[in-house]
């Protein structure tokens, strides 16, 4: 079993920036893929960003140039800094890590809220 714990929502201005942070325990094995999703009000929950153990990166276009996720393997953490922040990146963040292919091993955090204010 994998629990995931994120810290680092909170209220920011529009240009400003957060690093979320996504803490695993139990046994991430390197077939794992760890991700961010953001559930904007009101809508579905879209990934963010994705990474897997060996590195290679998986961006939505909204947050290209924007926001940068990084994994470290021996810690068993993902994160995603944000910058340059805009209203419409307010939502709930999800950090997620799954086995592709498996729905089995699909697990997620409880969220954490990201308000950007104008």
């Known amino acids: 079993q994998v629990q995931l714990v994120e810290s680092g929502g909170g209220l920011v201005q529009a240009g400003g920036s957060l690093r979320l942070s996504c803490a695993a325990s139990?046994?991430?094995?390197?077939?794992?893929?760890m991700g961010w999703y953001h559930q904007a009000p009101g809508k579905q929950r879209e990934l963010v960003a994705s990474?897997?153990?060996?590195?290679?990166?998986n961006s939505a276009d909204s947050v290209k140039g924007r926001f940068t996720i990084s994994r470290d393997n021996a810690e068993n953490t993902v994160e995603l800094q944000m910058n340059s922040l805009k209203p419409e990146d307010t939502g709930v963040y999800c950090c997620?890590?799954?086995?592709?292919?498996?729905?089995?091993?699909?697990?997620w955090g409880q969220g954490t809220q990201v308000t950007v204010s104008s």
């Open positions: 997620k890590a799954w086995i592709p292919g498996f729905s089995a091993r699909a697990y």
């Open positions: 139990g046994s991430i094995s390197s077939f794992y893929v």
């Open positions: 990474i897997t153990y060996g590195g290679s990166i």
